[in-house]
């Protein structure tokens, strides 16, 4: 099986995105770079195993190594459950290699239910204070509620298997507040008010073109698309697609790659290749009393 997952950047989980957002030169040493990992044909992972872990360690490590997970399903939860707007469940199969490890995290406000399928796994939790390990041996159900802290480690000599489900927030996405590296050439718009004339309720909105430019590290600000859906197409390079939808794994784009945003989701993107990337966009957004399209123009 090819790691490399289309829709989701393999051994990237926990808090990597929130370390990809503070690279540093000296961090570069110590983690494989975009264009090594879809060049090659071993996993994407990241970050290099922590020399000395050992079950207990706390709080562990930051990262996730030598962990892949494999989306299967997600659905939004408040179309069946009232008061859960901006939830979805979301279903996961991971695979842990040997020596591999799920970092440090907590489940606030994301419980989680993990089945062990195969296999062995030391887990390191903090419990009303108390650092304690156990040794999770499969097949298992194991129940993570709010308030959980741990980390897990795979010291066999054999994968292991499980099925994680869980109910992310789909508006929940640290990230920049601002854009850095990035150039946006504005191509043209139409408005609605033109183009659709017989439906007044979006006569406001703003069919809006651009080319956007992205320097090695460039990154653009958290955006929220609630009211103001999106289309991308991936011109050239590789970016990294950060979604609430998929929090925390960030999304590989590359070259021919779609994405949509829509009610619910939030996103950023972000350029660790070391080349230069470009988007194509088209945003819909309310442009006021559309001046230019009531004079016509465009």
């Known amino acids: 099986m090819h790691w490399i997952l289309k829709n989701s950047i393999a051994g990237l989980a926990g808090m990597v995105m929130m370390a990809a957002l503070h690279t540093s030169a000296s961090a570069h040493d110590e983690a494989f770079t975009l264009k090594e990992c879809l060049d090659g044909d071993e996993p994407c992972v990241f970050q290099r195993a922590k020399k000395g872990l050992k079950p207990g360690d706390w709080p562990g490590p930051a990262h996730h190594f030598n962990i892949y997970n494999d989306p299967l399903a997600t659905f939004d939860l408040s179309k069946d459950l009232k008061g859960m707007v901006g939830r979805q469940v979301r279903v996961r199969y991971w695979v842990m290699e040997p020596g591999g490890y799920i970092g440090y ?3 606030n406000d ?39 802290e741990h980390w897990w480690v795979n010291e066999t000599d054999e994968p292991v298997t499980m099925v994680a489900v869980d109910i992310p927030s789909t508006m929940f996405l640290p990230g920049p507040t601002k854009d850095v590296g990035i150039t946006a050439e504005d191509l043209s718009s139409m408005y609605f008010v033109n183009e659709y004339p017989l439906i007044p309720k979006h006569k406001n909105v703003e069919m809006r073109g651009r080319v956007i430019t992205f320097e090695p590290d460039g990154t653009t600000m958290v955006q929220d698309h609630t009211g103001e859906p999106r289309t991308a197409y991936v011109l050239s390079g ?15 784009r590359q070259a021919g790659d779609v994405s949509v945003g829509t009610r619910g989701v939030r996103t950023y993107w972000q350029n660790i290749s070391g080349e230069p990337a470009k988007l194509f966009m088209v945003d819909f957004i309310d442009c006021g009393d559309c001046d230019q399209a009531k004079s016509g123009g465009q």
């Open 238 to 252: 590789s970016l990294l697609e950060h979604r609430s939808d998929t929090w925390p794994n960030p999304v590989v």
């Open 105 to 107: 995290h907590k489940h």
């Open 110 to 148: 994301r419980p989680a239910y993990v089945y062990l399928i195969s296999g062995r796994v030391k887990e390191t939790k903090k419990i009303d204070g108390t650092t304690k390990t156990f040794d999770l041996i499969a097949p298992l159900a194991v129940p993570e509620s709010n308030g959980t």
